[in-house]
């Protein structure tokens, strides 16, 4: 198997989940969908499940939270293509995990770069670009938005290639 990073961000509902399943998608398989949000409401239990229809067959879907180092650890050499969708919920699931604990998120963060980096899979993540707008208004968001951007900077680095998704449009801007 191939070793690649592809690292897809935008904005919120900018089409990046799109544009990395269907790049996922024309790529060989076995292929896996690594989802990390979690069901709390309707409405996201509607989105997942039409998420779920929309992918069919050729793709094994985890659903995981939390443990995205653990996960990567326990599929390793099964998959050529793992999509991660995305980042950003499961920082603001760490977030809530540790009780906005800026070490524990790190120190998780820490773990998933290393683990990115030796997966033997064509990887391609998922996140929001979260530091465009105003400078969040309470302690939380700017949290939030500052863990955010530093773990987009650091899967930017490690990825060969990074697109921004604008508008449903991407823009490669690395590789």
């Known amino acids: 198997m191939s070793h690649e990073i592809i690292f897809v961000t935008g904005g919120a509902r900018s089409g990046k989940s799109t544009f990395a399943y269907n790049l996922a998608n024309s790529m060989s398989s076995p292929r896996a969908y690594i989802a ?13 499940k039409r998420h779920q229809e929309e992918r069919g067959a050729g793709w094994d879907t985890i659903e995981e939270p939390i443990d995205l180092p653990g996960v990567f650890n326990r599929i390793r050499g099964k998959y050529i293509v793992v999509l991660v969708d995305c980042v950003t919920l499961w920082i603001s699931n ?12 790190m120190d998780d963060v820490e773990k998933l770069i290393s683990v990115c980096a030796e997966i033997d899979s064509r990887l391609i ?6 530091g465009m707008g105003i400078v969040p208004e309470n302690r939380m968001a700017r949290l939030f938005r500052d863990i955010s951007g530093k773990t987009n900077q650091r899967l930017g680095n490690i990825a060969s290639s990074v697109y921004l998704i604008i508008s449903g449009l991407p823009v490669k801007i690395k590789g």
């Open 94 to 105: 760490l977030l809530h995990l540790y009780k906005n604990d800026e070490k524990d998120v």
């Open 125 to 130: 993540v998922v996140s929001n670009e979260v």
């Open 36 to 48: 990390t949000a979690e069901p709390l409401d309707e409405e996201m239990r509607e989105r997942i």
